[in-house]
């Protein structure tokens, strides 16, 4: 009954505008099989994570994967940025781009987007991702410290969309200084969902109580306790 509620409510509040969703790509079931896989094989199924997880929070992961976090994405982040500026035709470099929901997000708008991360397994289920849904993406590995690689490209977006919070402070400052020094004029840095150290719980990288509230070196022991 609870998800029922805050389904609808999303539905009644968070909802693209009409342009956008005109534009949202459908996926068969067949390819929604496909994309599972290549979530589970590249992604889930790695290291110690699937023996942590419970099947309900595995079910979960997957189905967040699959359905949530792009809906999330199309009804909350799209029209915000698209607000800003239109998202047709603009070039975006999308540091921290994951198993690619977000990039597809924007690629379905006729964004131009270099999505890169350090994560080769989430960067395969990208690239899956977005050739089933027929869209096109420059899809690299790197690190946030090596944007400088792209400064030949104005970006008319520059995002980090949840990535700060997996990186050193020095690491931050570095990417972050060169990222503004890369922007042409009326370019754009976006800064998506980082932590919000006034919560107590960190939901995202340790998933563990008061992990953002500590210094960050007994921030680190304590991450040797995550689940």
């Known amino acids: 009954m609870k998800d029922t509620i805050k389904r609808t409510a999303k539905k009644l509040f968070y909802s693209a505008p009409k342009e956008l969703r005109a534009n949202f790509m459908g996926f068969e079931d067949s ?74 997000a924007l690629a379905e708008q006729g964004a131009l987007v270099t999505g890169i991360d350090v994560d080769e397994g989430a960067l395969n289920v990208a690239k899956d991702r977005l050739e089933m849904a027929s869209l096109k993406a420059d899809i690299v590995f790197a690190n946030g410290s090596e944007i400088d690689k792209f400064k030949e490209q104005p970006f008319d977006f520059i995002i980090y969309y949840a990535v700060l919070e997996h990186m050193t402070v020095p690491e931050r400052i570095e990417s972050l200084s060169k990222a503004w020094a890369m922007l042409p004029e009326n370019g754009l840095l976006a800064i998506i969902e980082t932590p919000n150290r006034l919560w107590y719980y960190d939901s995202h990288t340790a998933a563990m109580p008061f992990y953002d509230w500590l210094p960050d070196e007994l921030a680190y022991y304590y991450s040797k306790f995550s689940p």
């Open 31 to 104: 390819q929604l099989t496909q994309l599972s896989k290549s979530i589970e094989s590249n992604y889930l199924d790695r290291g110690e994570t699937k023996k942590k997880l419970s099947q309900w929070e595995y079910e979960q992961a997957l189905h967040g994967q699959l359905f949530e976090r792009l809906d999330y994405n199309r009804n909350r982040i799209v029209p915000w940025l698209n607000s800003i500026k239109n998202l047709k035709g603009s070039r975006i470099l999308e540091i921290g781009c994951g198993t690619g929901i977000s990039t597809l």
